[in-house]
């Protein structure tokens, strides 16, 4: 079974472009969710899609962020215009639906952003 | 908001010797526990979680203590190897809400 797959691995960008990273859970995995990890600190949580819906984008920064997750497969992490705290390592992962969002997460490599 | 926290930012052990890592949680509503593992150039994988209604749960050589009345977690790593170096995340949940990440801790074992 392939496990949750991202893209790109890596991206350096100017501040005031925009980026797309993009998420594949693992096939059958309802819940999906996005993390942020910035140099140094904790792994914050953005937000979490049950399929096509968001249940939970609290944690998303500000609206410069926009996630999408259209079919319910998926996902896109668009940030436009990129600023310079936004450089960081992006998460993605995927779990089965139950037990009040306890299932076990399945983490991707993430997408390292470098904002310049 | 909630915070999770570790005592210590890195750590270095003998390979043979047994590695402990502590983690302090702050939201004691929180019911649920899990210690991932984050190779370099990889996400976190999750290793081992333990319930609130437990204070220990064991795996393959990884033991996790919950102590409840101080609000504490910590992974014990029995007989560490050189595969074990990584930075370890613990991470808290209250049912039906988002996971809390400490900023993790990085082990590395010396051969």
């Known amino acids: 079974e392939a496990g949750v797959t991202q893209f790109p691995s890596h991206s350096v960008i100017e501040k005031g472009q925009t980026v797309t990273l993009r998420c594949d859970p693992i096939?059958?995995?309802?819940?999906l969710y996005w993390y942020r990890r910035v140099m140094g600190k904790e792994i914050k949580f953005l937000l979490h899609f049950v399929k096509e819906s968001k249940q939970d984008e609290s944690g998303m920064p500000n609206n410069r962020f926009l996630a999408e997750r259209t079919g319910g497969t998926y996902s896109t992490l668009k940030v436009q215009p990129a600023e310079l705290e936004d450089s960081g390592v992006y998460f993605c992962a995927s779990s089965h639906w139950g037990r009040g969002g306890q299932e076990t997460q399945y983490f991707g490599p993430g997408t390292r952003l470098l904002v310049l | 908001g909630e915070s999770v926290g570790l005592h210590l930012p890195t750590l270095s052990v003998q390979e043979g010797d047994n590695s402990i890592i502590n983690c302090a949680y702050s939201?004691?509503?929180?019911?649920?526990f899990i210690w991932y593992k984050q190779e370099s150039g990889k996400g976190p994988q999750f290793i081992i979680d333990?319930?609130?209604?437990?204070d220990k749960r064991q795996g393959q050589r990884v033991t996790v203590l919950l102590n409840k009345t101080v609000k504490h977690l910590s992974l014990q790593i029995a007989a560490t190897q050189p595969g074990d170096s990584a930075v370890y995340f613990c991470a808290e949940n209250k049912a039906g809400n988002q996971f809390y990440f400490g900023t993790g801790t990085s082990l590395t074992v010396i051969p």
């Open positions: 096939s059958g995995h309802d819940n």
């Open positions: 939201n004691s509503a929180s019911d649920y």
């Open positions: 333990i319930r609130s209604n437990m």
